[in-house]
């Protein structure tokens, strides 16, 4: 499943990052790259160990763990490996996969990736996220603080920016339910709850979905 967050992170927290990523000390991209993706990786990235790397990370955690839409769909078990990243007129990110294991600190599984939009589209031309299909692509380009949440397993790539400045923060999460679809049923299933509680509150089929999606957990989840 892909989707959007609209306004993840809102417009004030946005303009506090603009700022302080304009103060920021960036490094080539490639460094945190896989040995294939780096062939195709040409952007920078934001020092992840300095004060403002870990702050402006922590920010993102928290603005995603508030999030009912992204607990709902996404179930993290972690949200790791937070990047933010800058691509000025020229670079792009071509055609990769993400890796299915990122070490940070300790070793965790990528079963979701994501794109926060930091720039607003009016900013710069180009670098759009292009999402691959089975058979088709789908290209995103969403105001800033919005999110685009996709499965890692996906074909992606960044476009060249044309003009402006594009930047982004990305990172990826271990869910708590590894398989997509299994994560979708839990999404279908919370959210027709949610409707017929809403429309006729703690009913006997509200609590028979209850049943479901708490032994479906049961029987799915990696604690
Ligand atoms: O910048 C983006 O939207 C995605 C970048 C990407 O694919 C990555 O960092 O692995
Ligand atoms: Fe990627």
């Known amino acids: 499943m892909i989707f959007s967050i609209p306004s993840v992170i809102t417009k004030q927290e946005i303009a506090k990052i603009t700022s302080s990523l304009a103060e920021g000390e960036f490094t080539d991209g490639k460094l945190t790259a896989g040995w294939h993706a780096k062939l195709v990786k040409n952007n920078q990235q934001l020092s992840k160990q300095t004060t403002l790397g870990k702050q402006l990370s922590e920010q993102v955690q928290s603005a995603l763990n508030r999030n009912n ?10 949200i790791h490996s937070i990047l933010f990243s800058r691509y000025d ?5 071509d055609r990769h996969v993400d890796n299915a294991l990122m070490n940070n600190g300790r070793m965790w599984r990528t079963d979701v990736s994501f794109t926060i939009f930091i720039s607003s589209p009016s900013e710069y031309k180009g670098g759009e996220l292009v999402i691959e299909g089975a058979d088709e692509e789908k290209s995103y380009k969403l105001e800033a603080g919005s999110a685009i949440i996709y499965p890692a397993t996906t074909l992606h ?3 060249p920016v044309t003009q402006g400045t594009r930047f982004v923060a990305v990172g990826w999460v271990q869910s708590l339910v590894r398989s997509a679809s299994d994560r ?3 999404f279908d299933l919370e959210t027709a709850r949610r409707v017929i509680f809403t429309r006729d509150g703690k009913t006997a089929e509200f609590d028979l979905i209850s049943k479901s999606i708490a032994n479906l957990l049961r029987k799915w989840a990696e604690v």
Do not use: C
């Open 69 to 78: 839409l992204f607990q709902t769909a996404v179930r993290p078990k972690s």
């Open 89 to 93: 007129v020229g670079m792009s990110y």
């Open 157 to 159: 790539r960044v476009n």
């Open 184 to 186: 979708e049923i839990l």
